[in-house]
């Protein structure tokens, strides 16, 4: 046992990530401040994380349609939006965490395994411990990454951070192992999908960028077409089964996306990636600050950085590069020693690696709308800067490659100090919150009618007009004796009495596995002009219960998912198939 403690006190790794773990958690010290914190989306945060969090103690297992939202019109929140940072919050306010705790817990977890993500990809990728650990912390200390954190609470990013490393090892190990690189590539883009399905659609053109860049410098030096084919079919089987896992999402997710109200132009927010872009400039430097986007990018209080240490460190490639040239042209053999030639491949996946950078800055600028204009024909696109978060892994990465680039331990070292010493630096006044707060929870849940800006997800039919607090009638017509006895997330219950045979309309939007019962009998509803669920009523004392139960296509989803995580478990655990 003590030799054991030994060797893991004096490993390198081991060293590595207490580094590591030290500077997460200075870079997270204000989260350990009493109460909450004023951000842009922390009001949809806290709420969305109740509502989850209600839904599973009420017996929803992935919640989808939640009753109490929309001023008890119901909201199909959980059918739409993102689970997996509600899935790990929900496991900690079970153990006693309140919703406020848990959220600054899951940044701070994200924030962490972040750094320790970056640091086992980019140890792996170039074969240097120096270099996983310098990525590791610029990785970590970047100014988009606490613009996320501390500026606008988007939690799905902050678990997007964590991932994004997870993905390029899974496709870095394909080349080599390929079942393992299978199995790590889905994880990482399965969590990308159930933390920000928009992100997983603007970073997949940078993963297959990527991967096709190392398929590049593979068959340069193997120069074998059946390894090339076979390992891009393992791409496309790793690429299918991330989409296998999230199918408990996904599947209803695409069914149902054509009855709600984010399909029609008046939505709010079609065409909102063109007033987005950034300017060059932003990102290379751009003032701090809290405020919001008002209708422009260019113009908002909000950072655009990529990091000082970034492109400090892309400067450095491009001088070890210029390097390189210069003395291969001296030499007489020039073209054996070009970066397009197999002893010379760790000078290509520098190459990669800046031109993956290069691609993500230029797609944030006004000269690619083109491309942004094209790609929304195909998915909804919504803010082209969220792509900071692959400049930011990139230009962390290519510091990494400036240290094994590096062989002389007296310039290297002291030059990786330094470049840490500036992200640090750099970014010490970025460690703050705008605001504490100690605004009720409450207060929280009553304020977010549905958790979204525009509403985007109410059915189709409904009208939005019924969220102001004014129409709270339990049924309608108002003049109707009624009361709603109680409600949960899947569950309204009515009392009411006729004089007459009435269509009545109920507190309740109808949506796909809304159904109604009347006097303990289930009956056929129809949808009112404001998209209530409603039916004819005979006279008589009632009483009514709209409950959500969901439809098929959710079971079969839930099988999908549950199916393909026990592959990837097998090409993971099993000794034979993850070499």
Not at 329 to 336: G, K, Q
Not at 409 to 425: D, F, G, H, N, S
Request: net charge neutral.
């Amino acid at each position: 046992m003590l030799d054991y403690l030994k060797r893991l006190v004096f490993n390198w790794h081991f060293f590595n990530l207490l580094i590591i773990t030290f500077l997460a958690l200075l870079g997270s010290l204000p989260f350990f401040h009493s109460g909450l914190y004023t951000a842009h989306d922390i009001w949809h945060q806290v709420a969305r994380h109740y509502h989850y969090s209600q839904a599973l103690t009420q017996g929803q297992l992935f919640p989808a349609w939640i009753s109490t939202l929309a001023n008890g019109y119901g909201y199909p929140l959980f059918v739409f939006s993102y689970h997996l940072p509600w899935m790990c919050g929900s496991l900690l306010t079970t153990a006693g965490a309140s919703v406020f705790t848990s959220i600054k817990a899951l940044f701070v977890i994200t924030f962490l395994l972040s750094g320790y993500s970056m640091y086992f990809f980019t140890t792996r990728f170039l074969n240097s411990p120096l270099a996983g650990l310098l990525a590791a912390i610029i990785y970590m200390w970047a100014p988009y990454h606490f613009l996320t954190n501390y500026v606008s609470a988007a939690i799905g990013t902050a678990f997007i951070f964590t991932l994004l490393p997870l993905v390029f090892l899974g496709a870095h190990l394909l080349l080599s192992k390929p079942q393992r690189g299978i199995g790590y590539m889905a994880l990482g883009l399965a969590g990308i999908i159930l933390s920000h399905l928009i992100s997983f659609a603007l970073l997949l053109p940078f993963v297959i960028l990527f991967f096709s860049g190392l398929l590049a410098i593979s068959f340069v030096i193997d120069r074998k077409v059946p390894i090339l084919l076979r390992r891009g079919a393992s791409f496309m089987g790793a690429v299918g089964l991330s989409i296998f896992l999230s199918a408990f999402y996904l599947l209803p997710l695409l069914k149902f996306l054509p009855l709600i109200q984010a399909t029609t132009s008046e939505a709010g927010f079609a065409q909102i990636y063109v007033s987005n872009f950034v300017a060059f400039k932003q990102l290379v430097y751009s003032p701090w600050g809290f405020g919001p986007i008002i209708s422009n990018a260019k113009d908002g209080e909000i950072s655009f950085q990529v990091g000082i240490a970034q492109w400090v460190a892309l400067e450095l490639s491009g001088i070890l590069v210029v390097s390189y040239w210069l003395r291969s042209f001296w030499s007489a053999n020039f073209w054996l020693n070009s970066p397009f030639f197999k002893k010379e491949a760790g000078l290509a996946k520098g190459g990669l690696t800046v031109f993956s950078f290069a691609v993500s800055a230029f797609l944030m600028l006004d000269y690619s709308q083109p491309l942004w204009d094209f790609g929304n024909t195909l998915v909804a696109l919504d803010y082209p800067f969220r792509l900071l978060v692959v400049s930011v892994f990139f230009g962390s990465l290519i510091a990494g490659w400036v240290m094994k680039a590096l062989r002389v331990p007296l310039i290297k070292y002291p030059l990786a100090a330094c470049l840490i010493l500036i992200a640090l630096y750099t970014n010490r006044n970025h460690v703050r919150v705008n605001q504490y707060t100690e605004v009720p929870l409450d207060l929280y849940v009553r304020s977010e009618k549905t958790t979204n800006t525009f509403h985007e997800y109410l059915p189709s039919q409904a009208d939005s007009s019924l969220l102001n607090e004014e129409n709270t009638a339990a049924v309608l017509p108002e003049t109707i004796d009624a009361e709603m006895i109680s409600q949960t997330t899947t569950e309204t219950v009515f009392a009411f009495s006729l004089a007459e045979a009435t269509m009545v309309s109920f507190h309740q939007f109808a949506f796909p596995g809304q159904t109604l019962y009347l006097d303990d009998q289930l009956i056929e509803y129809t949808t009112d002009g404001q998209g209530l669920i409603s039916a004819m009523v005979e006279p008589g004392a009632h009483q009514a219960v709209v409950r959500y139960q969901k439809p098929i296509i959710f079971t079969v989803a839930l099988i999908v998912s549950g199916v393909s995580l026990l592959a990837v478990l097998f090409l993971l655990l099993n000794k034979t198939y993850a070499k």
